[in-house]
């Protein structure tokens, strides 16, 4: 205790210092230049004799000079001189006698001065020395402090290849190189939930999402590739930027096969391509996130019906958004949840415009628990041989929105190195920067603050590396249950990815993930126990809304409980083969969201606005003249938006 309160006093004293260094260092000065002006006062009566001195001798030599010049006079005028030379040999002594004294005096001052000075600067200079001594006391305690933090931190977080190691008595040298290994396993996608159903040959879809590494653009492509595959005339758009890291083979196809049969339409040039020689889609797709909702950035004129498939992770939208998804540009607005057709209708969007569509991955080939192929990945990584009897996991992009604070916090607070138990946090740099910086920073916040012991923390590992797509699956395997304690989801895909794997998952019940998680409705969350259960995992409760974003954003959005995340961790963890069987079902709840499934969906929306609504307008349009046609082919916006269509659930067959 009196080590503790010695190291607080040290280290209140060092900011102190740090704080106050200028402000020390005038005082300083000024107390030097107060004992200074002090010494000087205390010398001034030995300054007032030697001026009387030197005033008395400037006397006497000026009465010498007089007596002197006289002195000639006389002697050119008589011959006796004896007196004279005598007076004047007298006075000469008198003269060098008083130069003498003054000398004597000024000698013995100047020691006197000298002795004073000395003494005040050895005075200044011992007590600069004993605060200097004092400051690097303070320093060295500090220094000692954070040394022993940095030391522990550096210790048990050390960077190995792209992984970070975060475990107490983990030998480095056991640590292995990543090895890029890509699967290219052949295209075997199920797409039987859509090869039944017929569609309009003639049919023409354009569907624009966002390039690079994005969940849009991958989202994008998982909706898209079962329509393709089915024979479908759909293209994406032609990115320059691809991801080759995080696109399944499958999809890479898919991509290559687009860019060959793509419809040859130069994009329009005001000056020179008039609108009868592009290309015009009977539908096209917006999906673009960072362009905002329902914007219409890559909506070059072409298409005839115009849909925006938008989302939002908070509870409402701005209202320039609402004002452009009730605008004549756009058509329909799918959303993927139920939580976002409240919100926006809630904002003001028109409700007749919103359909909630949710998103789909490949449940059968890729994220499924029988198809895993014989790779470990954590071995890959270097960290093999480090898995305990129970392993956490959690995805996602590193980010203030993920809650990534609340969850270190729960699973640090909760378990401890007695506990056979780790944490994989597999992430990567978003908005708020490198994801190590932030990590090591909050753990000496919470050791600092007594809420976490450094001498006891549990097992953890920080994997920041890009892994290939082919792996993921492989790397949810190795777990045993998944965490997403977010303040808020559009959708969540990593949880649904987790549940088709199996792994028992724990999200925040708020928002776009209770869609296929812990369910939207009221009535969903009736009849839980006190752990939150439900056919495939824990609904996390929520502690309160506070504005999204930190108040950047529209709407509110959750902060989850970390008290009860503790106790669904603890529960998981006591209780493994229930959380293992709850699991299980997750999968059975995720299946409505295959790929194959949601694109049925998806395509039984297309037929009804080309059959009911874009073939009758292009078929009047053929009936008139030239000049009527070449008008009518633009896309009949004003007329059809909010055109009433039957709203499917992802609930209806």
């Known amino acids: 205790m009196v080590a503790l309160l010695l190291s607080m006093v040290f280290l209140g004293y060092r900011f102190a210092s740090a704080v ?20 000087e006062e205390s010398n001034m009566p030995i300054k007032r004799k030697i001026a009387t001195v030197e005033e008395k001798l400037r006397d006497l030599s000026m009465e010498v000079a007089t007596l002197t010049s006289l002195l000639n006079e006389s002697l050119e005028k008589a011959k006796p001189k004896s007196s004279l030379e005598t007076r004047l040999s007298d006075l000469r002594v008198q003269v060098n006698s008083l130069r003498q004294s003054f000398n004597n005096m000024s000698v013995n001052a100047m020691e006197t001065m000298q002795a004073q000075k000395k003494s005040v600067l050895e005075s200044l200079e011992s007590q600069y020395r004993n605060f200097e001594d004092k400051y690097r006391q303070v320093q060295d305690s500090l220094r000692g402090m954070e040394g022993r933090f940095t030391t522990y931190v550096e210790e048990n977080f050390n960077r190995h290849g792209s992984v970070h190691r975060w475990i107490a008595g983990v030998d480095s040298e056991d640590a292995r190189a990543i090895i890029n290994t890509k699967s290219s396993s052949p295209d075997s996608s199920n797409i039987n939930a859509i090869s039944a159903m017929s569609f309009p040959s003639e049919m023409t879809i354009s569907w624009r ?3 690079g590494c994005t969940g849009i653009g991958l989202e994008a492509m998982n909706l898209v590739y079962p329509l393709w595959k089915a024979g479908v005339k759909i293209w994406l758009n032609k990115c320059d930027k691809g991801c080759d890291y995080a696109m399944p083979h499958e999809l890479k196809q898919m991509v290559e096969s687009m860019d060959k049969t793509r419809p040859k339409s130069p994009r329009r040039s005001y000056y020179s391509q008039s609108q009868n020689q592009r290309h015009i889609y009977d539908i096209v797709v917006l999906h673009i996130a960072y362009a905002g909702i329902c914007s219409t950035k890559d909506d070059e004129g072409d298409g005839r019906y115009v849909i925006s498939r938008s989302m939002y992770e908070a509870d409402s939208i701005k209202k320039s958004e609402v004002e452009r998804c009730n605008s004549d540009s756009i058509n329909e607005v799918w959303v993927p949840t139920e939580f976002n057709v409240d919100g926006f209708a809630r904002a ?18 890729t994220w499924n628990p029988e198809k895993i192929k014989n790779i470990n990945v ?13 392993n956490f996991f959690s995805l996602f992009k590193f980010e203030r929105r993920k809650n990534w604070k609340g969850l270190l916090e729960s699973y640090l607070t909760e378990f401890s190195n007695k506990d056979d138990v780790c944490f994989f946090l597999k992430t990567h740099e978003g908005w708020e920067g490198n994801p190590e910086d932030w990590i090591k920073r909050y753990l000496r916040e919470l050791m ?21 797509a082919s792996l993921l699956p ?47 409705s009221a009535s969903d969350r009736k009849g839980r126990d006190k752990w939150g259960r439900f056919p495939g995992g824990y609904a996390i409760r929520v502690s309160h809304l506070e504005p999204a974003f930190d108040g950047n954003g529209a709407g509110q959005w959750a902060v989850p409980s970390v008290s009860h995340l503790r106790q669904i961790m603890r529960h998981m963890f006591e209780n493994q083969e229930t959380a293992r069987e709850s699991g299980k079902l997750g999968r059975q709840r995720a299946l409505k969201y295959d790929r194959n499934a949601v694109a049925a969906r998806i395509l039984r929306n297309f037929n009804e606005i080309y059959t009911d609504i874009v073939a009758p307008k292009v078929e009047a349009a053929a009936k008139k003249s030239q000049q009527t046609a070449s008008t009518s082919s633009s896309k009949p916006r004003s007329s059809t938006s909010g055109t009433s269509r039957t709203h499917y659930l992802d609930n209806d067959n």
């Open 378 to 390: 954590l071995a890959k990584l270097g960290i093999e041989n480090t898995k305990a009897g129970w």
């Open 209 to 211: 999402s966002e390039c």
């Open 448 to 468: 600092s603050k007594k809420i976490v012991n450094s001498k006891t923390l549990p097992c953890i590992y920080l994997i920041d590396s890009m892994i290939d």
């Open 20 to 39: 106050n260094a200028t402000a020390d260092e005038t005082l300083q000065k000024l107390h030097a230049k107060k004992l200074f002006d002090k010494w």
């Open 474 to 520: 492989n790397l949810f395997h190795e777990m045993d249950a998944f965490l997403l304690p977010s303040h808020a989801e559009g959708w969540g895909l990593p949880a649904l990815e987790a549940m088709a794997m199996e792994l028992p998952i724990a999200v925040t019940d708020w928002g776009g993930v209770t869609q296929f998680s812990s369910g939207y």
């Open 348 to 365: 003001g969007v028109n409700p007749a415009k919103l359909y909630q569509i949710g998103e789909g991955i490949d449940m059968y080939e």
